[in-house]
């Protein structure tokens, strides 16, 4: 990994052509980029509980920095939205007035002007699943091995607790998948997680739609797990479409999770390696941003 002095501070330096392309276009036109940033492993560092998750505090100081100089500052998270910005600290922070966080892959939307979360009617499915997970589980051997998270419109079983945790993840992936497409759900897999959701949203598609609500010329995304792919594809679609539209793939490094690290223009190390780089980032941007859209 590169890096770029500026003052005493570097700015990491991306490996891919199209990453340091990406990287010189939000310098110069920050106002026409948008920075978008997973939740959990990328803003938050991964802990044991998932409801002990909070934003790392330089990365929430680096997004105050940043957000006033480009167009917007978006979180794609598959956390409820409302929850995101509770861990996230996001509606109490100044600078982050326009903050915008998807929830749920995008199904959720939340702003920080009209402070509400818009979404779908839940799915029917969700409920139906989390009645059927004690008993699947216990027929499985595998309720101590699991941890069930409600999230509303979806239900998550996470394993990180286990006391072997790939072990008792795989054993639950085909009976989960199983329990998901019998009530109209798809399996979503993560770092020892496996989260039972309704399709036809996913980040990648939520990514889209916020790029073209902003008309933005340059991207920077950044995550850390298999649900961040999606993301990464329409960035690499978005960037590759002849319009001379940038983008900028940022992995969030962990041993868990290598998917990401191969597609990626610039891998750091985890929570305290975004927000050094987007503290980094906003030190090198000028003024205050005019687009505005809520
Ligand atoms: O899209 P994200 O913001 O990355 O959210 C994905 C899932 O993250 C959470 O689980 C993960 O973080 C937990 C806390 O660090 C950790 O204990 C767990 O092992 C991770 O998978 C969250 O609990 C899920 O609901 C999210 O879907």
Not at 24 to 53: C, Q
Not at 108 to 127: F, I, L, S, Y
Not at 267 to 293: F, I, K, N, Y
Request: net charge negative.
């Amino acid at each position: 990994m590169g890096t770029q002095t500026h003052g005493g501070a570097a700015l990491p330096e991306p490996s891919t052509d199209a990453g340091r392309e990406a990287l010189r276009s939000v310098r110069e036109e920050p106002h026409r980029t948008v920075v978008a940033l997973d939740f959990d492993g990328t803003l938050a560092e991964i802990v044991p509980n998932p409801e002990d998750a909070r934003a790392h505090p330089d990365a929430r100081t680096a997004l105050t920095a940043l957000a006033p100089k480009v167009a917007s500052v978006v979180v794609v998270t598959g956390r409820p939205a409302a929850v995101a910005v509770e861990y996230g600290g996001f509606d109490r922070t100044p600078g982050l007035e326009h903050l915008v966080v998807l929830g749920h892959y995008g199904a959720e939307r939340w702003d920080a002007v009209t402070r509400t979360v818009q979404a779908p009617a839940p799915h029917p499915g969700v409920a139906a699943s989390l009645a059927e997970l004690p008993s699947v589980l216990d027929e499985l051997g595998r309720r101590e091995d699991s941890w069930i998270e409600e999230k509303g419109r979806a239900v998550a079983v996470h394993t990180r607790r286990a006391s072997d945790p790939a072990a008792a993840f795989d054993a639950l992936r085909t009976p989960l998948d199983a329990l998901a497409t019998r009530h109209g759900l798809i399996v979503e897999p993560g770092r020892y997680v496996l989260e039972l959701r309704p399709p036809g949203m996913d980040k990648g598609v939520a990514l889209t739609d916020h790029l073209r609500r902003y008309d933005a010329r340059s991207v920077l995304y950044a995550g850390d797990d298999l649900g961040d792919l999606p993301a990464f594809a329409a960035v690499e679609r978005f960037r590759a479409d002849g319009t001379g539209r940038t983008g900028l793939l940022v992995c969030s490094g962990s041993t868990e999770v290598t998917e990401l690290a191969t597609r990626a223009d610039l891998v750091v190390p985890g929570p305290p390696g975004v927000a050094a780089l987007l503290t980094e980032l906003a030190a090198r941007l000028p003024g205050q941003s005019a687009a505005r859209l809520p």
